[in-house]
């Protein structure tokens, strides 16, 4: 028998099995399919995978914000604070998306408009998103929401246009803009312009120090294993729409178990290309509208076995919070195959 939701121990954010998949000319691309995770107040996590890997449609499921027609979450739930965000009204979801979660972007160009004051847009979320309508309240909670950012002389800030200031001012702005209506839960996708690693680190981390002090949830995706090594509290690492291993920061660092991610963890480990770009894994992530029945990392696994190339392994708990999706991992660790359903929550 379930309990009542009440008596739960309830996490911030749970993600159970969701897929979203995209129905085009060329096939059905299952960019999504079968992640599961949770996330408490206070909690950063980290998600991971090389570029096609599905972090950025993950997030864009949870907000519901996936293109039509092509897109669809098919299955799966995402409960914000036990309520499933999937079933919600679009009216409902607009209200969720900017009150209760921020997509913060990390290009505050993009963010801001040039025409505008800084004061009079970040007024408006307040109007639509908590109704205030009364100038005081609007500048006071304009102020303080910029003080917590760490922007001084804040009252003059708020004449200023996004152009006077400095890229440094810029970024706490959109922080501010970000955290103003009091969210529970802020995202943060990677940069899709070239960004230095060390400037996104910087822009994280303020955004880590503010999630601290308000007791947020937090999502930050990135394909550099080195930046969630700084910032984030879990890491999952993504391969081919699933979550392949997760597990505390310290624990991920210090036991690698999936093929995948210790393959990652040499790109922390400082091997960098010509460029300056760190090292990459040999070969091409899979087309996800043409995945096989086994682990769709099975090509380019050093480690790879028989069962590999036929059977998708199952979600094998190393310890309380490390898991891991791997017919090799298991073996290592002595793991029989118990026969639990990829995607299972954790
Ligand atoms: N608009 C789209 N139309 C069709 N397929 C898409 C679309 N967006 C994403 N996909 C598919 O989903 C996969 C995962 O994309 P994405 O989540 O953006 O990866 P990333 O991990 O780089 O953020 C892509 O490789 C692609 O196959
Ligand atoms: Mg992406």
């Not at 949770?38 to 499921?61: A, F, I, N, P, Y």
């Not at 006071?140 to 929401?145: F, N």
């Not at 303020?206 to 550099?224: A, F």
């Not at 919070?321 to 791997?326: E, I, K």
């Amino acid at each position: 028998m379930s309990r009542a939701p009440s008596t739960q121990s309830r996490h911030l954010l749970e993600v159970k099995d969701l897929r979203t998949h995209f129905f085009t000319r060329n096939g059905v691309a299952k960019a999504v399919d079968g992640v599961s995770f949770s996330l408490d107040r206070g909690q950063t996590l980290g998600l991971v995978g090389e570029s096609g890997s599905g972090k950025t449609v993950t997030l864009m499921s949870i907000v519901r914000l996936i293109p039509k027609p092509a897109g669809r979450i098919v299955s799966g739930e995402v409960l914000l604070e036990g309520r499933d965000l999937l079933k919600l009204s679009d009216r409902d979801m607009r209200e969720v998306r900017g009150a209760e979660i921020s997509v913060v972007t990390q290009d505050p160009m993009t963010s801001l408009n040039p025409l505008y004051t800084i004061g009079n847009q970040m007024e408006e979320p307040l109007r639509y998103h908590q109704h205030i309508r009364s100038h005081s309240e609007l500048r006071s909670h304009v102020l303080d929401a910029l003080k917590k950012v760490g922007i001084p002389v804040p009252e003059r800030r708020m004449k200023s246009y996004p152009h006077q200031l400095s890229g440094g001012q810029r970024q706490r702005i959109v922080t501010a803009m970000a955290i103003e209506c009091q969210p529970s839960l802020l995202i943060a996708d990677e940069p899709t312009t070239a960004l230095d690693v060390t400037v996104q680190i910087q822009i994280l981390r303020l955004l880590r120090e503010v999630q601290k002090e308000m007791n947020l949830g937090m999502i930050v995706v990135t394909h550099d294993l080195a930046v969630v090594a700084r910032v984030c509290d879990v890491v999952a690492v993504m391969y081919a729409g699933r979550i392949v291993e997760k597990a505390p920061i310290v624990e991920m660092f210090e036991k690698p178990s999936h093929p995948y991610t210790q393959a990652l963890m040499k790109a922390v480990e400082g091997e960098r290309d010509a460029t300056g770009r760190l090292y990459t894994i040999e070969g091409q992530p899979p087309d996800v509208r043409r995945l096989s029945p086994g682990c769709p990392f099975a090509p380019r696994c050093p480690k790879v076995m028989d069962i590999c190339r036929g059977e998708y392994p199952p979600v094998a708990s190393l310890s309380s919070q490390h898991t891991v999706s791997c017919w090799a991992a298991m073996k290592e660790n002595g793991i029989e195959h118990i026969g639990l359903a990829p995607g299972v929550a954790s």
